[in-house]
């Protein structure tokens, strides 16, 4: 656990996705440093088309490793702009970088606060030594 990291400026969902606000009403969606590594190698995401819509919670895809598939869910809601087509040739961008190349989707996010409910690296990480 003391090897994973747990960056400043993400908000992290009980199930693992993290939220990274761009400023502009947007955010970045992807997995966190925990689940990569509870995973294993990466072989196969699937992920939503654009314009896609998902709430907070909902399933948006899933992620396909040596040891199982795992469903994807939102950590906040909104719609689909674009998701991180590299993953389709090198998924293991996943396991290397989850916070950076990693990255999973592009949303914009819905009207309300579900990033508020959401939780910073430290509470997190409080959550998994549990």
Request: glycine share 10%; net charge negative; proline share 6%.
């Amino acid at each position: 656990m003391s090897e994973l990291t747990f960056p400043d400026g993400f908000l992290f969902h009980p199930e693992h996705t993290w939220l990274r606000m761009n400023g502009d009403g947007t955010a970045h969606v992807g997995i966190s440093d925990f689940a990569q590594d509870q995973l294993g190698e990466v072989a196969f995401v699937d992920l939503p088309v654009p314009g896609a819509a998902f709430e907070a919670g909902g399933e948006f895809g899933a992620v396909e490793s040596i040891k199982a598939v795992n469903s994807l869910f939102m950590p906040a809601g909104g719609t689909v702009l674009a998701v991180n087509e590299a993953l389709s040739d090198d998924p293991s961008m996943v396991n290397t970088a989850p916070y950076t190349d990693g990255w999973m989707l592009h949303i914009t996010l819905a009207p309300g606060d579900d990033a508020a409910k959401l939780m910073d690296g430290d509470t997190y990480k409080t959550t998994l030594d549990q």
